[in-house]
């Protein structure tokens, strides 16, 4: 039975319901006849495909004087891109640990160097789409700020200091040792709890962050990408690709009743449901790309933390979620997976290899309508419209070796793709795709993009031997 169309109602973001006015690209290109080929065709519109379609778009890149057609099953956004979190945000230096342990203890198994790499390349990441932003002056709510990651036990307390410096003592030895690090570390508890407002805090990391309307982020690159006046792009939704076959030098994609287009190249952004489109395949790319579902929710803070005293820093708590401000609505709160299963709200078969966002679940919405009031001190009590207002889900894809999978796909000549951002997308893809959309241009990796990103037949089968990792 083929996946689309999807035999379900996906739940409804807030930046879904806050995008509705007639700026939004809802059903744009619903039904328009597809061309019949082109130079390009991008196959999903969430922030990868869209922002690659942006960069090959600008005058100069690849796709000038070029047909670029960009499709997708559903609307701009509905997927991952439309329903997270809204961080923008680098990772820990906590983390970097994890990206160079061995690929059997369930690490990255990257290099130190590698691993560095791909941190400063998420704070590039960043950096760039603040100056993107400002550039084409967005109207994305995007905002730059910092991060509080906030340690309540006295183990990761300990550990903050010591891995700060194993952190900087490992950039000494890369090409980076020059580069600024943006973070602290307070681990005087008393400090720790008034900076976070969290009576359990023993120690917190300051680091940089961001966040922007995620939904309203990819509308607007989608927006700039169609208006070119360098390339001829166009954007189909509500057109879902069934399956592709090699069709001369491209590919022929058959979009069911919508009917079929070629391209010269065709580039696949379908993320968590890459997997559809490779039912035979045995080089270990479908296994490769696991649907993970996720949940995130809304939260209108009563009048005690409103005004000047509302939060004014990202979060990342211990065993708590990750939160973000919108200007107006509140916040944004989103559960770490690894956080529900050890806190015993969701099994990890309710998680991976799950593609239905039709439904939430119930513990998660007990945990988020309770998280501020037991974390923040003095939250208070809730009027009604205050507190837990909205709850929804989304699919992300996680990948087994824990790196997105970027560029030429083995054996399928002009066949491209981008995915498996570790629930970690909006940190990483703008940049990624600039350097993708250099690729296209050139015919050659860029080699200001982590190498360890590309899909290679090795990477393939190193990672098919931990295939059991998220079972
Ligand atoms: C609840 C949740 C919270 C998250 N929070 C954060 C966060 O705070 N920070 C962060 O960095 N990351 C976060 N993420 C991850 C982030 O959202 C993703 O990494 C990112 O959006 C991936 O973008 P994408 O464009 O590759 O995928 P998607 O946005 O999923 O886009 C893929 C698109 O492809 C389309 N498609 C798929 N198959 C086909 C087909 N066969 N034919 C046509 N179209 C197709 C889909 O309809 C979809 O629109 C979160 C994800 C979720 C679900």
Known sequence: ?????????????????TNRGPTSLWNHGHDAPLPKEADYV???????GVSLAYHLTRPGAAGEGKSVVILDAKDVGSGASGRNGGHVSPRSFMYLSELWAPLEHGGGGLSMEQAVQAWFFELDNLNYIERLVKAEGLDVDFW????????TSPEKAAHTRRAYEEFKAAIAKTQY?????????VDDPAKAKELSRNDRALALNIGPAGSWHPHRGVTALLRLALASKSSECSFFSWCPVQSFTRDGEGWALDCGPRSVICGREV?????????????????????????????????VPPASYAGACALDHTYAVEL????IQTPHSGLVLGPYIDVLEKRGIHTRDQVFYQDDDSKVTEGVRQWLQSYCKDDFTGW???????GLVHHWSGILAMSLDAQPLVGPV??????????????HGMAMIVNMTRSFARHLQTGQWDSYMPAHYAITPERLARAQKHADKLK
Not at 42 to 48: D, H, R, S
Not at 177 to 185: G, K
Not at 417 to 423: E, K, M, P, Q, S
């Open 267 to 299: 580039i696949l952004a379908t993320n968590a449901y890459t997997r559809h489109l490779f039912p035979d395949d045995t080089s270990g790319l479908k296994d490769h790309i696991v649907p993970t579902f996720a949940q995130a929710g809304r939260v």
């Open 380 to 386: 208070g009590d809730e009027a009604q419209g205050e």
């Open 144 to 151: 730059r700020g910092e991060r509080y990651e906030v340690f």
């Open 320 to 323: 708590g979620p990750y939160l």
């Open 42 to 48: 991008i196959v999903g519109a969430g922030v990868t």
């Open 1 to 17: 039975m083929p996946f689309w169309p999807q035999p379900y109602e996906s739940t409804t973001s807030h930046w879904q319901q």
């Open 177 to 185: 040792a020059d580069r600024h690090l943006p973070w602290t570390v």
């Open 410 to 423: 083995p054996d399928h000549p002009g066949l491209w793709l981008a995915a498996g951002y570790n629930g």
